[in-house]
C-alpha cells in the first residue's frame, strides 16, 4: 500500500482555505499512486482553534466542510484530522465536541476516531473544549487494520517514562494495539520546541519496537499565533528505524510504499541553531502572513537583539518588506549608530534615521515642574524608550505595518525592558531566546557573510539610556543569569534546587525575586514565539499579585 503524509499548514479557522489546502495535497498524491493520505490532527480546522469551538456556526460549518471534502475524494483513501460536533445528532451529556479523525473513502466518511487524552498542561487546553472517547477502535481499509492516533494517545507511555509518573489512567496506543493491528497511524500538531525532536524519536522508536509494527508520524507545520509547528513527518518501521522522513519547517508530501519500505537509519540529531533560525523564521512569515500584514518595523538600535530580528524578519520575508528605523538619543554612541546603519544596507532593508531629542527635551521641559529637585533616574530613561515606542506606534498606525518587539527572554524575566517603550509591539520575536542564545545564533548566522556588524557582536550589552550605560550595571553578566532563567522557568526549579547545582545564593534569590516581581510587565507583552519548553506566554501562568 502507497502512504502519502501530508504535511500541511493550514490558518486556524479558515475552513475553506484549509479544505482546499487538503484537497490540493490530495490530488498530487493521487496523481503519484497514493492508495491514502493521511492529514494531521485537526487540519480542517487548524490548531489549536480555542474559543471558535464556542461558536455554533463554527462548529456547524466545520461538520458541513468535513462532508464537503469527503464527497471530493473519490480516488485514495484519506484520514483527515477535523472537530466532530455531536451537539446536532441530539447528544445530551458532555460537551459533545471531539478532536476527531475521519477515516474516508470512495467519497464518504467510513468511521471515525477520537481523541482519548486530552491535555491541560502548558500551552495545552484541551480539556476546556471537547470531550475524551471513552473507548478506541481499529480502523478497517482495504484489507488493513489501522490504529488511528491523535496526538497525546500516543504520549502516555512516553510521559510516564519522563516523569516518573502517570498522568493518564489509560494508554489508547496499547489498547488499539491488543486488538490486533497491521500498521499504526498517528496524526499530531506537536508544536516545535528545542529539544522535542530527540524526545519524539525516542517515543516513536520505542513504540515501533513494542508493538512490532510500522508506524507513520504525521505533524502540522506552520506558525499559529505563538505555537509554532515544525512538521517533521516520518516513517518507521517495525525496529524503529526511519525509513522515511518529511522536512522541518516548511509543506511536504511524503511517499512511502509499505510494500517496499527502504532501509532504515537512525533519524538526524538536532542541532540548535539550525533549528532555532528555521522556527523563528517560520514564526515571523506565519505571524505576518495570517495576521494579513505586508509590512514589518522595527527599532534598530545597533544592539544585538534588534539586529538578529533584523536578520530573521528580512530572510522570513524578503527586505523589501522590512523598515528598520534608527532613533538616536543623546546617548547613543557613535558605533551604535553606524552600526544600525550597516546592518541595514547588509540586508538591503528600507532605513530610516528619526532622532528622539526633541521630543525628549520637550518631555523633560514639561515634566519639570514635577520633577524639579530629583536626581535624573529610570523615569528619565524610560521617557527615551517611550518616545521610540510612540514613533514606531505611529509608523505602525500610518501604514499598518507590524511592529516587531525585538526584546529577548532574559530581559523580559528580570523586567529589564520597558512598557509602552521598547515592549511596544505586535510580535515579541526573541522573547523566548536568552540573551546567550542570541549571541550563539548571531554568530552561526554570520558563519556565511558577517551581514550583523561584528562591532554588534563584540561591544557590551547596553540600553545606552545614560551615559556610558551597559546591562552589567544593572544585572548579573548573562553568562551566569541565563542558567539560573532556565532552571527557574523552563525547568521550574526552586531556589534551594539551583544553588545546590553550583550558582551562588545570594545571586539565585535575586534573580528569582527579580523573576517574580516582574509578571505585571509580561503579561502585557506583545505574543512571543515560542521555542522552549516554558516560555512565557499561555504556557505559565503566574499570578501578578503573590507572595514570597
Sequence with gaps: ?????????????????????????????????????????LALTGYPPKDLLDLPCFLRRAMEGLDRLAAEMTGPGAIVGYVHSARDAGETHGKGIYNAAALIDAGAVRSRHFKSLLPTYDVFDEARYFEPAHEVCVAEFRGRRLAITICEDFWSQTLYELLNRRIYHRDPLAELAGQGVDLMIHIAASPFTLGKVQVKAAMYRAAARRWGKPLIHVNV???????????????????????????????ALLLWDSDAPGEGREPDPEHEESALYGALKLGIHDYVAKCGFERVLLGLSGGIDSALTAVLAADALGPARVTGVAMPSRFSSRHSRDDARRLADNLAIDFHTLAIEPIYQAYLAQLEPLFAGTPFGLAEENLQA????????????????????????????????????????????????????VFRLSRWLNRRGARIPESTLTKPPSAELRPNQKDSDSLPEYDLLDPIIEAYVERREGPEEIIAAGHDAQL?????????????KRQQAAPLLKVTAKAFDTGRRMPIARGD
Design 221 to 251: 507545520v506552520g506558525g499559529n499565533d505563538n505555537l509554532i509547528f515544525d512538521g517533521g513527518s516520518n516513517v518507521w518501521n517495525a525496529e524503529g528505524r526511519v525509513v522515511a522522513q518529511a522536512p522541518q519547517f516548511e509543506e
Design 508 to 520: 539565585v534569590r535575586r534573580v528569582l525575586r527579580m523573576i517574580d516581581r516582574s509578571e505585571f
Design 386 to 437: 517611550r518616545t521610540r515606542g510612540n514613533l514606531l506606534m505611529a509608523l505602525s498606525n500610518k501604514f499598518g505595518w507590524l511592529l516587531l518587539s525585538t526584546g529577548n527572554k532574559s530581559e523580559m524575566a528580570v523586567g529589564y525592558c520597558t512598557l509602552y517603550g521598547d515592549m511596544s509591539g505586535g510580535l515579541c520575536v526573541l522573547g523566548d531566546v536568552l540573551k546567550t542564545k
Design 1 to 41: 500500500m502507497r502512504i502519502a503524509l501530508a504535511q500541511i499548514n493550514p490558518t486556524v479557522g479558515a475552513l475553506d482555505a484549509n479544505r482546499r489546502l487538503i484537497l490540493d495535497a490530495y490530488r498530487r498524491a493521487a496523481d503519484l499512486g497514493a492508495d491514502l493520505v493521511v492529514y494531521p490532527e
